[in-house]
């Protein structure tokens, strides 16, 4: 028996409804208004009342309206077709730009019933299988995509029957499976999962010990984000969150990417419908989109919905690593989320925390972070989330509440500066308040060291040194002017814009300078660190600057040469010309 309720109070989309029965925290109900059905989620309970935040516009809604409760919590489903399709935050279709303005208590299928997908059986009859177990896999554009026995699934299984290779529609069923009672269960291609808790189906989830190749030399070289690890991007507007994380969408080693446009504003979704369908996938030359699923929201659309669609994304990223592949998860902006979750904590009058929002903010932010990982799944194999956040402090104040806490809940910093980005130092990421907590993980030193060079870790923090060096003496030379110091100072400085020239600063928009693959990286800091160990003998500053400025200027030409052949080459002679010249 489902449990109903009346409508007793509205205040904008938090609602108060008299309950007959009982209901859960966080449950899915549909508030009735005349013949629409408005959804909402329960936020609060209390005695005989609840309280809901419905998911759309409340006008016209009156006290005597009647409730349903669903008696689940919000859920997704998941199946065959979630890739290359968009949604919003409660997984309607948004199959044309029209949909993003969908009629209020409308809600459209987000998987198609009528395809048909070739279905190839993995398990066999007689099996033994327990919960995110392998039953088969159909071909999702050119990725293997598992059809895992259903997560509900609690014990242990026997495979009763298996469909075999066909072509199948994700409602047609694919296998039985008998429970320790002896009851049979049907399977189909489609599963839901719930949202908000994360649902499981690993063995273990070690710490991260390898790395996620971005192509992206500030992350790379300075920062490295593991594989299954976390970092965001805070910035003012306008310092480039979107364009790197457009970047590492399309470069980053990831199998499937979830791209969830948090609330920005509606013309930057009307973007991201017409741009990202666009972008090319540089790994297979293909359309990044056949990879990728966009959950957006705008700042329109009533805030619950906003506040659901990171966890909505979150939960696709955790069904494909389920199936052994490499999620990567990108939010733009958590910012909007946060705000989403601080004008529900107003309406429901609880005792605010800093800047109004939640008190427990910071906790709800390391949960969803906490979400991301590389896994061991039952089968032996790996798979992973990674995901990067961006935030957009308001006045670039790095101290606000959602700033502050996410610093704590991720391990990977990328600061994008309001000052380097008006220098046109793109991307703007300050090298030296930027951080990534992996770089002391052991597993990763060696990791690192292994497969990019031996003395990698200790190259990096060589460089970062002298980046820090650097920034030093500018401020000396800034007061004591270029005579007032000795030329060893100016030598200091130009080795610091030589590294912010040649690694840090990459043209995103630029074919060969947008990728730059490891083992170029690689050869590049190491040309860098040559030039900065050599021992020039400047008798002047002017002279000092000279040779910097000229050598900055031919190993900017390296970046945009490809790498190794005719062009590369010639300037990397120059290189080396000027390094045996001055002995
Ligand atoms: P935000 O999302 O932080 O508001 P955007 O990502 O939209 O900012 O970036 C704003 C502008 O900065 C871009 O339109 C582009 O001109 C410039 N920009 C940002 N990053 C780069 C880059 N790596 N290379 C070249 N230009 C960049
Ligand atoms: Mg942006």
């Known amino acids: 028996m489902k449990s109903t309720g009346i409508v ?15 209901v859960s925290q966080n449950e899915i109900c549909y508030v009735k208004l005349g013949d629409e059905r408005l959804m909402a989620e329960v936020i609060k309970v209390s005695g005989k009342n ?100 259903p997560f509900a699934f609690k014990g242990e299984y026997t495979v009763k029957s298996i469909a075999g290779e066909g072509e199948y529609t994700i409602d047609d ?41 971005t192509g992206v030399r500030c992350i790379d070289t300075l920062n490295p984000i593991a594989e299954g690890g976390t970092g965001f991007i805070p910035g003012p507007f306008g310092c480039g969150k979107t364009v790197l994380q457009h970047a590492i969408a399309q470069q980053g080693d990831a199998d499937i990417i979830v791209m969830a446009a948090c609330g920005e504003r509606a013309n930057e979704v009307v973007e991201i419908f017409t741009e990202f369908p666009e972008l ?69 009058e609880e005792l605010p925390g800093a800047d109004a929002f939640p008190v427990d903010l910071s906790a709800i932010i390391s ?8 896994v061991s799944l039952h089968n032996g194999k790996t798979g992973s989330v990674t995901f990067i956040g961006t935030v957009s402090p308001a006045g670039g104040n790095m101290k606000e509440p959602v700033t502050e ?34 770089l002391e993980y052991p597993e990763i030193i060696s990791y690192l060291n292994n497969k990019v060079n031996p003395d990698w870790v200790d190259k990096v923090n060589k460089a970062k040194n002298l980046v820090l060096r650097g920034k030093e003496v500018a401020e000396q030379i800034n007061i004591l002017g270029d005579d007032g110091v000795p030329v060893s100072y100016h030598e200091q400085y130009w080795k610091s814009e030589l590294i912010d020239f040649v690694i ?10 947008a990728i730059t693959p490891m083992n170029r990286q690689e050869f590049m800091l190491t040309l860098v660190l040559e030039v900065c160990d050599h021992k020039f003998n400047f008798p002047s500053f002017e002279d000092c600057s000279a040779k910097y400025k000229e050598i900055i200027n031919i190993m900017r030409q390296m970046n945009y040469s490809e790498f190794h052949g005719g062009a590369f080459n010639k300037y990397l002679e120059q290189v080396k010309n000027i390094l045996s010249n001055e002995q």
């Open 504 to 513: 840090l600063q990459q043209d995103a928009f630029d074919k060969i300078d």
């Open 280 to 348: 090319i996938d540089p790994h297979t030359g293909r359309k990044l989109i056949e990879r990728t699923t966009i959950i957006c929201n705008t700042s329109n659309m009533p805030v619950a919905a906003r506040e659901a669609s990171v966890y909505t994304a979150m939960t696709i990223c955790e069904y494909y690593r389920a199936m052994g592949m490499k999620a990567l998860l990108l939010a733009d902006s958590t910012s909007r989320w946060a705000q989403a979750l601080r004008e529900m904590s107003n309406r429901l």
């Open 173 to 213: 069923q694919i296998a039985v499976l008998t429970d320790a009672q002896g009851e049979d269960h049907k399977v189909t291609m489609v599963q839901k999962w719930p949202v908000k808790v994360a649902v499981g189906g690993y063995v273990e989830k070690p710490r991260p010990y390898r790395i996620m190749e």
């Open 50 to 149: 609840a309280f809901v935040q419905v998911y759309e516009s409340t006008r016209g809604l009156k006290q005597g309206d009647t409730v349903e409760f669903e008696g689940h919590m919000l859920e997704v489903s998941l199946g065959p077709g979630l890739l290359s399709s968009c949604y919003d935050g409660l997984q309607n279709n948004l199959k044309t730009m029209s949909d993003v303005f969908l009629k209020r208590g409308e809600y459209t299928d987000p998987l198609d019933h009528e395809k048909k997908w070739q279905f190839i059986p993995i398990a066999n009859v007689g099996d033994r299988v327990i919960a995110a177990d392998w039953l088969g896999e159909v071909k999702e554009g050119w990725l293997p995509h598992k059809i895992m026995v």
């Open 8 to 22: 007793t109070g509205i205040i904008s989309n938090l609602v108060t409804v008299r309950i007959e029965g009982h």
């Open 405 to 438: 806490s996410t610093k704590k809940a991720a391990r990977c910093f990328y600061c994008l500066e309001q000052a380097r980005a008006d220098r046109k130092r793109y991307p703007a990421i300050n090298p030296i308040e930027s951080y990534s907590k992996y």
């Open 367 to 374: 949960n969803f972070y906490s979400r991301a990982g590389i």
